[in-house]
């Protein structure tokens, strides 16, 4: 099923501000929160779609990219991976609500009041984020224009399989923080001129995870993650370009003691083509014919990104002339729409002449017909191509 457009999903136009898109979301995710509606699959869903959204529209780099190439731009076209905000959990979307709803770290969020704080062993404790990794592959025009599914091995941070992710030695090392109780946050009341204030902060003792570590393991040294490789399944769309960058949400660093992993952002690297050169969605080639076969006319074969293609040269094809395969070009992301094969024909001359060929063009020199007759509105190659794209 085709994923609805962020803007629709939380009823903004496109050159809304930050702050109206952030009203919006916070709108949205009271209005479907889980406590809210239980049981009730098609809030969860609401409520997942406006978290993706938000995560897209909040980012001005993701911004971007939607603005420009759509779900494709942040790999909303493809499964693997889960690109974008597609990959999105429940801790990914909770761990949003201190900045949407200003809450302190130990569960001051309005859920709490809103929903009997049903979802503070979610949202209430401190959960750490990875970093994100940046990583470039190379594709070939074929790649680009078919659409490709690349398998690349990353170095990075990964869970530890010795504690998963634990960072404790086993199961009898890992006990509920005396301090905090297991909440991952303290509170503390003080008297002030307007009456008692409460206030929230991060258990310093387990620094908000809401356990303590008495034996740490010994392949992470208790920080739950270590370095090593991942070969991850990266599915390309068809029609991305060069310098352009896809997000895969989860699929950075992991994060330590369990939190959310970092995403894996991909930057695009076109290979340049040997006889192809792109200009948007179109490819041109450069065809050079000899001034006999402009001339006589002749049929020829010229390469295409899906192979061969044969085409007709009229009799007396002027140098300059552009020539049009529909449809062989680059496909639009997000669109059923595809470019075109531009054919620019270049007349070849001879620089070395036998003696019998130069007697030949000898006589021609003469005849009428080997007159230049310039046109009064010749105009230039990049004349052409500027009326032609236009």
Same mark, same amino acid.
């Given at each position: 099923?085709?994923?609805?457009?962020? $803007? %629709?999903?939380?009823?903004?136009?496109?050159?809304?501000?930050?702050?109206? +898109?952030?009203?919006?979301?916070?709108?949205?995710?009271?209005?479907?929160?889980?406590?809210?509606? *239980? %049981?009730? !699959?098609?809030? &969860?869903?609401?409520?997942?779609?406006?978290?993706?959204? $938000?995560?897209?529209?909040?980012?001005?780099?993701?911004?971007?990219?939607?603005?420009?190439?759509?779900?494709?731009?942040?790999?909303?076209?493809?499964?693997?991976?889960?690109?974008?905000?597609?990959?999105?959990?429940? &801790?990914?979307?909770?761990?949003?609500?201190?900045?949407?709803?200003?809450?302190?770290?130990?569960?001051?969020? @309005?859920?709490?009041?809103?929903?009997?704080?049903?979802?503070?062993?979610?949202?209430?404790?401190?959960?750490? !984020?990875?970093?994100?990794?940046?990583?470039?592959?190379?594709?070939?025009?074929?790649?680009?224009?078919?659409?490709?599914?690349?398998? +690349?091995?990353?170095?990075?941070?990964?869970?530890?399989?010795?504690?998963?992710?634990?960072?404790?030695?086993?199961?009898?090392?890992?006990?509920?923080?005396?301090?905090?109780?297991?909440?991952?946050?303290?509170?503390?009341?003080?008297? /002030?001129?307007?009456?008692?204030?409460?206030?929230?902060?991060?258990? @310093?003792?387990?620094?908000?995870?809401?356990?303590?570590?008495?034996?740490?393991?010994?392949?992470?040294?208790?920080?739950?993650?270590?370095?090593?490789?991942? /070969?991850?399944?990266?599915?390309? *769309?068809?029609?991305?370009?060069?310098?352009?960058?896809?997000?895969?949400?989860?699929?950075?660093?992991?994060? @330590?003691?369990?939190?959310?992993?970092? %995403?894996?952002?991909?930057?695009?690297?076109?290979? *340049?083509?040997?006889?192809?050169?792109?200009?948007?969605?179109?490819?041109?080639?450069?065809?050079?014919?000899?001034?006999?076969?402009?001339?006589?006319?002749?049929?020829?074969?010229? *390469?295409?990104?899906?192979?061969?293609?044969?085409?007709?040269? &009229?009799?007396? /094809?002027?140098?300059?002339?552009?020539?049009?395969?529909?449809?062989?070009?680059? @496909?639009?992301?997000?669109? $059923?729409?595809?470019?075109?094969?531009?054919?620019?024909?270049?007349?070849?001359?001879?620089?070395?002449?036998?003696?019998?060929?130069?007697?030949?063009?000898?006589?021609?020199?003469?005849?009428?017909?080997?007159?230049?007759?310039?046109?009064?509105?010749? !105009?230039?190659?990049?004349?052409?191509?500027?009326?032609?794209? &236009?």
């Amino acid at each position: 099923m085709s994923k609805r457009d962020y $803007y %629709d999903v939380l009823g903004v136009s496109r050159n809304t501000s930050a702050e109206e +898109i952030k009203k919006a979301y916070r709108k949205l995710a009271i209005k479907f929160h889980p406590d809210k509606n *239980p %049981d009730d !699959k098609s809030a &969860e869903d609401k409520f997942k779609e406006a978290a993706e959204a $938000y995560e897209i529209l909040s980012n001005p780099e993701k911004k971007q990219r939607y603005d420009h190439y759509g779900h494709a731009g942040v790999g909303g076209a493809s499964g693997g991976g889960g690109y974008g905000g597609g990959g999105m959990n429940m &801790e990914d979307i909770f761990s949003q609500f201190g900045d949407i709803f200003g809450s302190g770290a130990g569960g001051g969020s @309005p859920f709490e009041s809103f929903f009997g704080g049903g979802q503070q062993s979610r949202s209430g404790r401190r959960v750490s !984020k990875g970093t994100n990794l940046r990583i470039k592959v190379k594709l070939t025009l074929e790649e680009i224009a078919n659409g490709t599914e690349k398998k +690349i091995k990353v170095n990075k941070q990964i869970v530890c399989k010795t504690c998963d992710g634990s960072g404790a030695k086993d199961r009898s090392s890992v006990s509920t923080c005396n301090t905090c109780g297991g909440s991952g946050a303290v509170r503390r009341v003080t008297n /002030t001129i307007l009456g008692q204030m409460q206030t929230t902060s991060t258990c @310093p003792t387990c620094n908000g995870s809401g356990s303590q570590i008495t034996a740490k393991c010994g392949s992470c040294h208790g920080e739950g993650i270590v370095r090593g490789e991942e /070969t991850i399944n990266i599915n390309i *769309p068809a029609g991305v370009s060069d310098g352009m960058q896809l997000s895969m949400s989860g699929k950075g660093n992991a994060a @330590p003691n369990g939190g959310i992993p970092g %995403d894996l952002i991909i930057l695009i690297e076109e290979i *340049p083509h040997e006889s192809l050169k792109r200009e948007g969605n179109n490819v041109v080639y450069d065809l050079h014919v000899s001034i006999v076969d402009a001339a006589l006319g002749y049929s020829a074969e010229v *390469p295409t990104i899906d192979g061969k293609a044969k085409i007709k040269i &009229e009799p007396g /094809t002027q140098s300059g002339k552009l020539l049009r395969l529909k449809g062989k070009g680059i @496909p639009e992301i997000n669109s $059923y729409h595809r470019g075109d094969e531009i054919i620019h024909v270049n007349i070849w001359t001879p620089k070395i002449l036998s003696a019998e060929e130069r007697n030949i063009l000898e006589k021609l020199r003469d005849s009428p017909n080997f007159k230049p007759q310039p046109g009064k509105n010749d !105009k230039s190659f990049f004349e052409k191509m500027k009326e032609y794209f &236009e």
